[in-house]
């Protein structure tokens, strides 16, 4: 069993930039991880995707502006987030999977003056 703590979440002006990571407690080597986010009152959604193999897929609203990488080395997933927009406030979650699949906990991102 995998575990995963996001971290990096907080308030932070639109335009500006934040970097979730999320720490898993063991390999996530052969792990496709994604990140979903989930608004109030809205389902939770896909923001970003990196295969085991390094490929990497967006939701239109946040490419250009997100990055998803990984270390597998460090057991660590990111997410550079620029740009943001008030929209983009929601509790943010890190997803594996691989034979099993695994959530963390989220981390909350609110995007306000």
């Known amino acids: 069993q995998v575990q995963l703590v996001e971290s990096g979440g907080g308030l932070v002006q639109p335009g500006g930039s934040l970097t979730l990571s999320c720490a898993a407690s063991?390999?996530?080597?052969?792990?496709?991880m994604s990140w979903y986010r989930q608004a109030p009152g809205n389902q939770r959604e896909l923001v970003a995707t990196?295969?085991?193999?390094?490929?990497?897929n967006y939701k239109d609203s946040v490419k250009g502006r997100f990055t998803i990488s990984r270390d597998n080395a460090k057991k660590m997933v990111y997410l550079q987030m620029n740009s943001l927009k008030p929209e983009d406030t929601a509790v943010y979650y890190c997803?594996?999977?691989?034979?099993?699949?695994?959530w963390g906990q989220g981390t909350q991102v609110t995007v306000s003056s």
């Open positions: 063991g390999s996530i080597f052969n792990y496709d």
């Open positions: 990196i295969t085991s193999g390094g490929n990497t």
């Open positions: 997803y594996g999977r691989y034979r099993y699949q695994y």
